[in-house]
């Protein structure tokens, strides 16, 4: 991979894909697997890219998608691992932020669905509901009330962690 | 809760120098020492494998009478074995310290060496196993003489004018032979379709890893 098309093409959108490597996975390590799988992946797949689709939106489907890919192979390689009992103290200390308040809502969100992950990730991003329905492949009428139901779960999650 | 969901969210980052890159290195290091870690894994299983079968054959061809059979069997597996259990020693002296590069590189001239090695083997275990086969039927015991002689007898029978030659008939002795040069001559082809059958896709993964890490590097 050039460093140009790193620089050009990947680095604006790094934010979100570091956001979204964190939200699936729970050690720097892993995340930084992650981050390096999702990049390698939007360089090989970069000739496939269709016109009629952003840049970004391309971006965050391929980030989101080697995401749930290799959660998966994670959770076939590790049976017994249970992403709900993923806890605050079981995060590693260097992988954690400064905030706690966004510790604690990054822990909030890793005990969501996969797809309930991805989508209040990309709302939180403030994408709108057409280009999160695009990102994930789903109806954008659906979105609205999608979110609606995540975001009441992760305030009952919080409910009284955070003031 | 009093704060929203989204306000923690921008504030945190505000907050945090959190969004810095993580460098790309070592991309592929893990992934190539996995994948020949595999490889290995396999070619272990599949020497024991040809120990079990030669081993469980040379005592079923003990109860089946047809012991040349088996030990020719056993003994030109068990080279083989052999040979390829040396090559595999030369495996781990691999330095997986090298770049992922270095180290795909070297695997794979390493599984060039061990093809090649390996296609000169089929050229002669093939005929082998045939010869084996051949002998083994010849010898075993059909009523208190060998199977070969009572077959030829009974051929004798119906060609009573039938050319032979060390009391074996001519055309017997052209039909084995031309077998023989086909096994020759297809071992190496054939070795190489039982590869593909087996390591495929393994191969097929170093080669798009290969061709992956070349486009990077450029």
Known sequence: MSSDFYKASILPFSGIIIKLCRAYTNSQQDFEDYYQEVCLQIWRSKDNFREELQWSTWVYRISLNVCLTLLKKKKNNVQYFVSDSITVEETEDNYAFSDESLNLLYDAIRKLSEIDRAIIMLYLEEKSQKEIAEIIGTNPNNIGVRVKRIKNRLKKILDGKIN | ?218
């Open chain 2, 1 to 218: 809760m009093e704060r929203s969901i989204e306000s923690i969210w921008k504030e945190g980052f505000l907050k945090s120098d959190a969004l810095v890159a993580p460098k790309i290195n070592n991309l592929y290091n893990q992934k190539s020492i996995h994948i020949i870690d595999k490889f290995k894994r396999m070619f272990k299983i599949n020497l024991i494998a040809i120990i079990a079968f030669s081993c469980i054959f040379l005592i079923v061809s003990f109860f089946v009478g047809i012991p040349i059979t088996g030990i020719m069997f056993f003994v030109s597996l068990s080279v083989l074995v052999f040979i390829n259990k040396q090559l595999l020693n030369g495996l781990d002296k691999i330095d997986k310290g090298a770049s992922s590069y270095q180290y795909l590189k070297s695997f794979n001239e390493w599984i060039k060496k061990q093809i090649a090695i390996n296609i000169k083997i089929s050229r002669f275990l093939y005929p082998i196993i045939f010869i084996s086969m051949v002998f083994g039927f010849w010898f075993k015991d059909a009523e208190g003489m060998p199977l070969g002689e009572r077959l030829v007898g009974e051929i004798l029978v119906g060609f009573p004018d039938i050319y032979l030659v060390f009391g074996i008939p001519l055309i017997g002795i052209v039909i084995a032979l031309f077998i023989l040069v086909l096994l020759a001559y297809f071992g190496g082809r054939i070795y190489k379709w039982d590869l593909n059958l087996v390591y495929g896709r393994v191969f097929k993964k170093l080669e798009e890893m290969m061709t992956d890490i070349e486009s990077l590097r450029n």
